[in-house]
């Protein structure tokens, strides 16, 4: 394999299904040494499937060849003196372990923090589970689906009201999970000068998204206010049209917001007379007139195929996108032009198609060269000669530092995901400025609600919680002079970063060649829509719609043809902290050689990672997935899904993998008739009936309360969990215990509720400051960093240069 830019550094996974394998698996595509750690009959992913015609063969497993690209494999059980042995000499030359095995097993197997640091003080040990390692559902059975609902996320942004909560149709969770675990976890690796030493990552899939996703826009207006919102079915309730819609061939993600967009549309729909009503120019009398707007819409897109209402639209300057199916995405002649879709070369599978690199660096571009290991293929190579490893204490006590202090990022990112990238940096320890201004207020400084409610862009509530992490300097990029301060600012930093479309920077005077020649080690980061070149670069869409391009808006919903728009961008926090991984891959690498680089990160690739499973079964079968609730995305699980209780929109998650689950669940039910039938005996048969299975499951969840019944669930061996809603989160002791959210006093003088660090680092503390004021560290770069004077100083904000 090439030299990528995380050559020399050594992984050891002890990881299965999703998670920590996606996570291990970016590690390896981007250059590090990963060696996978299967027990005896393997990661429980290789009998997951997809398999070529149905065949079950753990060596075919379109899953397991997805998520293990570019590892070493090898056997070793772990729970054997033998084996632990080994595992632990492992271990004492690694730099990272990533890991989502149950915190009580790696205590039991002797395999937990307090024993692997004593191993190797300098371990980074990422620990990805749904949960987290502390909290009183830490022990919980659990699984992606259980971590999911209980985010808030399914009860605010996804499904009809009177239905059940709905996930994406993949592994949202372990994947927000992964990504998040592999952006912290590779920040603790590279800063371990900074923080004396190793340290435990912990991540808690369902805190991640809790957090950054859902609680960014609601959790401060739920702590003022105390009201909150739930699901509606529709994309934007409040404005029109703003939703998914169907077409003549499939659905449009119809998005027509500011006027411009809304006469694009009216362009392309013929100028009827209803669309030249002047009140319709405003998105919000449309959505008062939802009814009308969108009955007219869909009888105009039932006569239209999606890939034409998409491109006349688009030309038109109306950001709506088709609903890509996984197939449309898969063969896209986008995609095909950037070398999205890859082929590799295995012994049992022959050459098959996969997904490629998530983001392309300019110098070490990363990405999937060899195929999964064989189970075991690499015993001989990797484990021979291990010596006994020596114990001595691991590091102690938190160090006080941060482990990207000293990194400086200036962010041009705007709205959500770009200032995400730059939270993520922040809560590490980096300077991360901001560069905004008076003369275009960015979005989502305008969106309510507002501290006391007084209106004002520097008392957004959801602002100040999706920006915390980022500095502020305010430059007016209109006038030349604030050109020239930002690349004066740009000299002193190590990385820009920017979610622009194509060629705006370069418009500016700011694209990567001119930034090279006031540094010529910069750092770029880039993360347009669907990248830097291609048929679709110049795309417009919003993060809400971002996602229909990938295919993961295709699996949304309750049953075939039946999709359901998620209600806010998944996309924007995903990407946000997906980007700073990118960044800190670029990092790696400027620190081993010295070179900068330029990052093409595709926001559309990136999300399209999360279509994965689905992208082999039909890279393997030709098979085109679609909605299917909440069911497993591989249908391997029964039951699988979210039940009603007792109350007002209350509902469980229920997980049942095995047999034996099945039986405790059955147990717990007190043994029905129904449940002790031959037939739901097996897994294949609770499959086969799981429609029928899912409606007797929900005849008896509906006379419980939520969080009784998932206690008592628990307590019987089966996974579930309560479909937490939006106000439920500020008071679940889980997330209290975790102190997922935070009271902030803002340096403007109110108090509010933000989320904290939503990854809980061993060693070091971030300080979580609530996002900045425009202009907030303004006296301190113009002046301090960049050394003007007083009088030049007034000058440039009397001209409003500085504004």
């Not at 098959?352 to 060899?370: D, N």
């Not at 060629?503 to 060649?513: A, D, N, P, T």
């Amino acid at each position: 394999m090439a030299e990528g830019a995380l050559s020399g550094i050594k992984v050891i996974e002890l990881g299965e299904m999703v998670s920590a394998p996606f996570c291990a698996k970016l590690f390896a595509d981007y250059g590090a040494d990963v060696v996978k750690v299967e027990p005896p009959g393997g990661d429980v992913a290789r009998q997951w499937g997809p398999f070529p015609d149905d065949q079950k063969d753990p060596e075919k497993s379109g899953l397991f060849h997805f998520l293990n690209t570019n590892k070493r494999g090898v056997r070793l059980d772990v729970a054997t003196s033998e084996g632990r042995d080994r595992f632990l000499a492992l271990i004492e030359d690694a730099d990272v372990l990533i890991e989502n095995q149950a915190p009580a097993r790696m205590h039991e197997l002797g395999l937990d923090w307090a024993a692997l640091s004593a191993v190797n003080p300098d371990l980074v040990m990422i620990s990805i589970t749904p949960f987290g390692q502390t909290g009183p559902y830490a022990d919980w059975k659990s699984y992606d689906l259980n971590a999911y609902h209980l985010t808030g996320a399914s009860s605010r942004y996804c499904g009809r009201p009177g239905e059940a909560p709905l996930e994406h149709g993949t592994f949202a969770a372990d994947f927000f999970g992964a990504v998040s675990g592999a952006a912290w976890g590779l920040a603790a690796t590279l800063g371990r000068d900074n923080s004396a030493g190793g340290q435990q990552v912990d991540v808690s899939s369902a805190e991640a998204i809790a957090a950054s996703f859902v609680g960014g826009q609601n959790i401060g207006g739920y702590a003022q206010d105390g009201k909150f919102d739930k699901r509606t079915g529709v994309g934007m309730p409040l404005a029109a049209p703003a939703s998914i819609v169907p077409c003549k061939d499939g659905h449009v993600w119809m998005l027509a917001l500011e006027p411009g967009q809304w006469n694009g549309l009216r362009e392309v729909m013929g100028d009827p007379e209803w669309m030249q009503l002047e009140m319709f120019q405003d998105m919000f009398v449309r959505g008062e007139n939802a009814d009308l707007i969108y009955s007219m819409v869909e009888e105009w897109s039932a006569e239209h195929g999606k890939m034409e209402i998409m491109e006349r639209c688009q030309a038109a300057g109306c950001p709506i996108t088709a609903v890509f199916t996984v197939r449309e995405a898969a063969e896209h002649p986008h995609l095909r032009e950037r070398g999205y879709v890859i082929e590799l070369e295995n012994d049992r599978l022959g050459r098959y198609r996969s997904l490629g690199a998530p983001f392309k660096l300019s110098q070490t571009p990363g990405g999937p060269e060899r195929a999964a290991p064989r189970l075991g293929e690499h015993d001989d190579e990797v484990l021979a000669d291990l010596s006994t490893p020596s114990r001595g204490e691991g590091p102690s006590g938190d160090t006080g530092k941060l482990p990207l202090e000293g990194l400086r990022v200036a962010n041009f990112g705007w709205v959500w995901a770009g200032p995400v990238t730059g939270q993520t940096l922040g809560f590490l320890g980096a300077d991360v400025l901001k560069i905004e201004s008076h003369a275009r207020i960015d979005m989502t400084r305008t969106l309510p609600p507002f501290a006391g409610g007084e209106r004002d862009p520097n008392r957004s509530l959801s602002n100040n919680a999706c920006w915390a992490g980022n500095g502020s300097v305010s430059l007016n990029l209109k006038k030349p002079e604030a050109r020239q301060l930002a690349l004066e600012l740009i000299a002193q930093s190590d990385v820009v970063v920017e979610n622009f479309g194509p060629g705006v920077m370069e418009r500016l005077g700011l694209g990567y060649e001119e930034l090279k020649r006031v540094k010529p080690d910069i750092i770029m980061f880039s993360m347009p829509a669907a990248g830097l070149y291609g048929p679709l670069k110049d795309v417009r869409t919003y993060g809400l719609s971002l996602t229909s391009t990938t295919g993961l808006d295709s699996l949304v919903g309750y049953a075939e043809g039946d999709i359901v728009p998620v209600e806010n961008a998944f996309s924007d926090p995903f990407n946000g902290i997906f980007g700073a991984f990118a960044i800190l891959t670029a990092v790696a690498h400027h620190k081993r050689t010295g070179q900068g680089q330029q990052i093409d990160f595709s926001q559309q690739e990136a999300v399209m990672q999360m279509v994965g499973p689905a992208f082999m079964d039909y890279a393997l079968n030709g098979r085109v997935a679609g909605p299917k609730n909440n069911q497993h995305p591989l249908n391997v699980a029964a039951p699988h899904g979210v039940f009603p209780c007792a109350g007002d929109d209350r509902w469980i998650s229920l997980v049942v993998m095995t047999d034996s689950d099945w039986g405790a669940l059955v147990e717990a039910m007190d043994s029905p008739d129904w449940a002790t039938a031959p037939g739901y005996a097996t897994m294949a048969g609770r499959l086969a009936d799981i429609d029928a299975l899912h409606e007797r499951i929900a005849a008896w969840t509906a006379g419980f309360d939520d969080r009784t019944l998932s206690q008592r669930l628990q307590d019987a061996g089966v996974a579930a969990a309560p479909v937490l809603t939006v106000a439920d989160l500020l008071e679940d002791p889980h997330y209290k215990a975790r102190e997922t959210f935070i009271e902030v006093d803002h340096p403007l003088g109110y108090r509010e509720t933000i989320y904290g660090a939503y990854v809980k680092l061993g060693r070091s503390r971030p300080d979580v400051r609530p996002g900045p004021w425009i202009g907030q560290d303004n006296d301190r770069v113009f002046k301090g960093l960049l050394g003007l004077d007083e009088a030049r100083y007034q000058a440039l904000k009397d001209d409003e240069v500085i504004h």
